[in-house]
């Protein structure tokens, strides 16, 4: 079982970067793979970017496909959403959640979930 708790979230301009972090407690972090799925106001939760137990293999949302990176340590039990580029349409509660090995797509698939940090991209 594994507790995700994300951090670095913030206000930027558009155009600039930020980098969410997710640590998670467990010693079976690396056991599971980890996803990042977002909400805006108005709008159902969508599916971000996954990444395999490993870190070998990644997922990405076409919205945000060649502007964020996702990458986890797991000597530190951590995973790392590097977002540049960004865009007003990216303002939303940036959630971070595990589910057992592989990698998944739907919010249904995962298990444990943080309670997420707030994006906001101005104009």
């Known amino acids: 079982q594994v507790q995700p708790v994300e951090s670095g979230g913030g206000l930027v301009q558009a155009g600039g970067s930020l980098r969410l972090s997710c640590s998670a407690s467990?010693?079976?972090?690396?056991?599971?793979?980890m996803g990042w799925f977002r909400h805006a106001p108005g709008k159902e939760r969508e599916f971000v970017a996954a990444?395999?137990?490993?870190?070998?293999?990644?997922s990405y949302a076409d919205t945000v496909k060649g502007r964020f990176t996702l990458s986890r340590d797991n000597a530190k039990n951590t995973v790392y959403l590097q977002m540049n580029s960004l865009k007003p349409e990216d303002t939303a509660v940036y959630y971070c959640?595990?589910?057992?090995?592989?990698?998944?797509?739907?919010?249904?698939?995962?298990?444990?979930w943080g309670q997420g940090t707030e994006v906001t991209v101005s104009a």
């Open positions: 959640a595990a589910r057992a090995w592989s990698r998944a797509t739907m919010s249904n698939e995962y298990h444990y």
């Open positions: 990444i395999s137990w490993s870190g070998g293999r990644t």
């Open positions: 467990g010693r079976t972090f690396s056991s599971y793979a």
